[in-house]
């Protein structure tokens, strides 16, 4: 009888972890498949449509809109949905954890890949949609860049989903709260729109949000020529995902078994 490594375990606990998310997201049908990334497709391409009616093609200087929006819109709702989703990841999942071998941090990575992947995705899809329509550009200015923001976004959103999943448990009204708060953060991130035509006073304001400057810097990276805000740095957005990342590891320590009991 082969002995496997403690990390050959967990290897094998993320993956059957992962494919029950899977089932369980899809339907076990492809129809649930189809719906997981038709939806934000959908939601792409109206939003385009809404702003093509209303503003014509173009938005800021020769950048097509539907190429302005996904560029930033995706990866935003990538760290949005990573928060949700691990949010209620342990809860979700506490039935497990009477098996000694999953831990209920195994529960946020395997969620984690699946999130990832699913808006991987729909990224390319609609990206080769674009391309059969002729918009432009397909390609990043910077990949490298580019791939930074979207690993920014990520790190962020795993990071708020972490603490969020830690302390959901003794503040349950954490949910609602964190509901309220993602419509002013997304209407403020800059996504749907291009905030340099605000006032610099709103503009001051606005840049309070971690979100707006992953955004701006995605769309530096991706657009050739685009400038982003003044005042948009990497550096404010890490910091708050550092903290926030601090502060989920260390309440994850002290919970751990808590935790695993559902509590």
Not at 2 to 25: D, G, H, N, S, Y
Request: hydrophobic share 55%; aromatic share 12%; proline share 5%.
């Amino acid at each position: 009888m082969i002995k496997r490594t403690p990390w050959q375990i967990q290897r094998a606990v993320i993956f059957a972890l992962l494919m029950r998310e899977i089932k369980t997201r899809f339907g076990g049908h492809w129809t649930g498949v189809v719906w997981m990334l038709g939806a934000p497709l959908a939601q792409v391409f109206a939003l385009v449509a809404v702003n093509t009616f209303l503003r014509g093609r173009l938005t800021r200087g020769t950048y097509d809109y539907a190429i302005f929006l996904i560029v930033a819109l995706i990866p935003y709702r990538l760290c949005s949905g990573l928060w949700g989703q691990l949010m209620n990841g342990i809860n979700s999942n506490v039935g497990l954890f009477n098996y000694r071998q999953v831990k209920p941090f195994d529960t946020l990575i395997a969620r984690t890949i699946l999130e990832v992947a699913t808006d991987l995705i729909v990224f390319v899809l609609t990206l080769s949609i674009l391309a059969r329509l002729n918009y432009s550009p397909i390609l990043p200015d910077s990949l490298i860049g580019y791939l930074g923001a979207w690993a920014a976004f990520i790190l962020f959103g795993a990071g708020m989903g972490l603490m969020l999943a830690t302390l959901i448990g003794p503040l349950p009204r954490l949910g609602l709260a964190i509901g309220l708060l993602s419509l002013p953060l997304y209407l403020t991130a800059g996504v749907i729109f291009s905030v340099h035509s605000f006032t610099s006073e709103a503009r001051y304001w606005l840049l309070f949000n971690p979100l707006l400057h992953l955004v701006e810097l995605a769309r530096a990276a991706f657009l050739p020529g685009y400038l982003p805000l003044q005042g948009v740095n990497l550096a404010y957005p890490m910091m708050w995902t550092l903290t926030l990342w601090a502060i989920g590891v260390c309440m994850y320590w002290l919970r751990r078994e808590r935790l695993a009991a559902g509590e």
